[in-house]
């Protein structure tokens, strides 16, 4: 049993943005495959789990970024759990360059499902015992529920087939894309993405209408993805920036 797990990535010209830097969602990806994959190394994946109606869900996640990996880079990335927090499974992430330099660290904590209720389940629930790694993180700490402000509407969406996983869901990945089409194109060139974090609140489903609202501090950015017919706010999001030097 692998108590750590760890997988390389290629960037591809479909994960970069116009800069040919790795899209924030591309990582969020890599970090759901690698998770997906290690838990199931483990015996909670999600052939295990469904079995007995039981799923994991991403409820909170922070990311702390030296820099984004470019297009043509070669990343490893590390993941394993480490504990539990209250109800919370925490698992931290870290992801190397080619030289092994530390370029992000990531830590994340999932809820345990009950599929027919959706209600978060104790961690003696899951019927297997995790590595806890010797204490072994990322980060120093865990991610605490986003209580940021937002003040005005970026803009609106109805969510259709791109965005809808296997669970007629809308996968979190897209979350992260809709808080990063809150920015124009002069704030991408004028600053740099240091770090985000991300609390999931509520499911989102096909045809939903979704409004996106934004705070005003353009370097510490509060985003809420609210359903415009019953008002239910499906996540929040902080993104950190920092100005670029040749910022005019």
Not at 49 to 74: C, D, H, K, Q, Y
Not at 116 to 125: G, I, K, V
Not at 208 to 222: P, T
Not at 241 to 247: A, M, V
Request: hydrophobic share 40%; glycine share 4%.
């Amino acid at each position: 049993m692998e108590t750590i797990w760890k997988e390389d990535f290629d960037i591809k010209s479909y994960n970069v943005d116009f800069q040919q830097n790795a899209k924030p969602s591309a990582l969020m990806q890599f970090f759901q495959e690698v998770a997906s994959n290690h838990a199931a190394e483990l015996g909670a994946g999600y052939d295990a789990l469904i079995s007995r109606e039981l799923f994991w869900a991403l409820s909170r996640l922070t990311v702390e970024i030296g820099r984004m990996p470019r297009w043509g880079e070669s990343i490893l990335i590390e993941t394993w759990p480490c504990g539990s927090e209250g109800l919370f499974f925490r698992r931290d992430f870290i992801v190397y360059d080619k030289d092994h330099q530390i370029i992000i660290r990531a830590v994340s904590g999932w809820l345990l499902l009950a599929a027919q209720t959706l209600r978060p389940q104790r961690p003696s629930m899951l019927g297997i015992d995790l590595p806890f790694n010797n204490g072994r993180k990322s980060l120093a700490y865990f991610p605490e529920r986003l209580t940021a402000q937002t003040e005005q509407v970026a803009f609106n969406k109805k969510v259709a087939y791109n965005e809808i996983d296997q669970n007629l869901h809308v996968n979190n990945t897209r979350y992260l894309d809709w808080a990063t089409d809150c920015f124009k194109l002069k704030h991408y060139q004028n600053h740099r993405l240091t770090g985000f974090s991300l609390e999931f609140l509520a499911e989102t489903h096909w045809g939903d209408e979704i409004e996106l609202h934004i705070g005003n501090d353009f370097l510490n950015s509060a985003v809420e993805a609210i359903e415009s017919t019953s008002s239910t706010k499906l996540f929040k999001a902080v993104l950190t920036w920092e100005t670029l030097l040749n910022y005019s």
